[in-house]
């Protein structure tokens, strides 16, 4: 059965319970709750491993939240207040305070002049309504403290008459203090709709986990026929010795001159660590004296993955390092994954998911980003030549020259000339690289 964690603010439990045994028949649930936002975090690192999905109470703990949800492979969900509630709400507003001046209503779930706007327009008169005029920071952990502060202050100032609220751990506090407060709760049908969201999500990350996957990999070929023998055979032996220390059940099966790991979708982002890097390289590396390189296919039947297998191994190949690639079953590329977990150059560690973010926001390939980063993170530098580039590649100086310039005209990198040691060499072009953080320009 499913197992579903729930986590939200301890006044919203008796509401959400009721709604949540309705599908008792499909999963179990566990309530985890907090009164500060500083308390999720130890909330979430402690608990979210014993679950096949996590439901977050509201947009606001979610986002504090969000760099460590996106580590996890688990799916996650928030709720959220849909269109139709806010308009039930501001309809049951308009009817409960007839004489209401919206311009005198302060509403904490809005911010930035465009939301603030949208609603102004709904209104008599367009009047002006108090929202918040900034972008919430949501890893402040102060939030709830400084958006209940502010409603003070505008009570205290005899601004406003009336407080909205999506934030239902400040609700009985505002009411002890005398504030007219409302509430904008979810509905039953919109919170319903997140739980079965979340449902699919987990059957199909069910299904994805159990999807087939291939490990391809060669040994290296060299003219004496013994000697080829016993580097297979070293292959074979520390591939057998990862699996018995890592604990890891891999179908390693043995050829002529390759080996085909077979495998499912959970286990290689274990591999991977989420496509991060690649643990059986690394242990490669560690144990063998020449390099070895890997793909990964990932397909529908054991064909498809193999012959995805095989073409990431030759994506794999082109790099002149221990590396490995995954091709997955609609033919997107990913890699290179190499056995370091953190980039030496100063660059965030770019994962595929960064490579793409920043293809698309710059209009060059996936497959030139990865060049160049391989680049610098062999080097160890962000500042790089033609020359270094073309050798670490494998590319023709003239090749590396234009996907280096390719980088400056998209402004990934600045180029300069620099006056070589020797008194009679030219200058020489150095290119600095510069790669966003986290794939975002």
């Not at 009411?175 to 079965?196: A, C, F």
């Not at 290689?268 to 690394?282: K, M």
């Not at 296919?297 to 498809?304: F, L």
Request: glycine letters at 4%; proline letters at 2%.
């Amino acid at each position: 059965m499913i197992k579903i964690g729930v986590i939200t603010a301890r006044s919203t439990i008796d509401t959400l319970k009721p709604i949540f045994k309705l599908y008792q028949d499909q999963c179990e649930y566990h309530f985890m709750s907090y009164e500060k936002l500083q308390e999720i975090k130890n909330i979430y690192k402690q608990n979210h491993k014993f679950f096949d999905g996590l439901i977050f109470g509201g947009p606001l703990p979610y986002f504090y939240l969000e760099q460590e949800i996106q580590k996890s492979s688990k799916p996650v969900v928030f709720l959220d207040i849909s269109e139709k509630d806010f308009y039930k709400h501001l309809f049951n507003i308009s009817q409960q305070y007839k004489e209401l001046d919206f311009s005198r209503v302060y509403i904490d779930f809005l911010w930035g002049k465009e939301q603030a706007l949208e609603l102004e327009a709904l209104l008599p008169n367009e009047k002006p309504i108090y929202t918040l005029k900034q972008e919430i920071d949501f890893k402040n952990e102060r939030q709830y403290e400084e958006v209940l502060e502010k409603h003070f202050k505008l009570w205290r100032e005899g601004i406003v008459d009336l407080s909205i609220t999506r934030t239902a751990n400040i609700v009985e506090t505002m009411k002890k203090q005398g504030l007219n407060v409302y509430y904008l709760g979810i509905s039953k049908d919109s919170i319903k709709e997140k739980i079965e969201e979340l449902i699919t999500k987990v059957e199909y990350y069910r299904i994805k986990d159990n999807q087939i996957v291939v490990g391809y990999l060669e040994s290296p070929t060299v003219n004496n026929l013994l000697e080829n023998e016993l580097l297979h055979v070293s292959i074979h032996k520390e591939l057998l010795e990862f699996c018995t220390q890592s604990g890891f059940q891999l179908g390693i099966q043995k050829y002529n001159q390759t080996f085909e790991i077979i495998t499912s979708y959970g286990v290689l982002q274990e591999l991977t660590n989420h496509f991060h890097y690649c643990r059986i390289i690394r242990f490669l590396k560690e144990h063998l004296s020449f390099d070895v390189n890997i793909g990964w296919g990932i397909g529908i039947t054991v064909g498809q993955a193999l012959k995805h297998a095989k073409m990431a191994h030759r994506e794999a190949k082109s790099y002149m390092e221990s590396c490995a690639f995954v091709i997955d079953e609609n033919e997107i590329s990913m890699g290179p994954f190499g056995f370091e977990e953190e980039c030496e150059t100063g660059n965030s560690f770019y994962n595929w998911k960064n490579f793409e973010k920043l293809s698309k926001e710059k209009n060059i390939s996936v497959s030139h980003l990865q060049k160049v980063f391989t680049v610098t993170t062999r080097l160890k530098t962000t500042e790089i030549t033609s020359n270094e580039a073309a050798e670490a590649l494998g590319l023709s100086v003239r090749s590396a020259n234009r996907l280096l310039n390719e980088f400056v005209e998209k402004d990934l990198a600045k180029v300069e000339q620099r006056k070589q040691n020797s008194l009679q060499g030219r200058p020489v072009k150095v290119y600095t690289i510069h790669f966003p953080p986290n794939g975002s320009a």
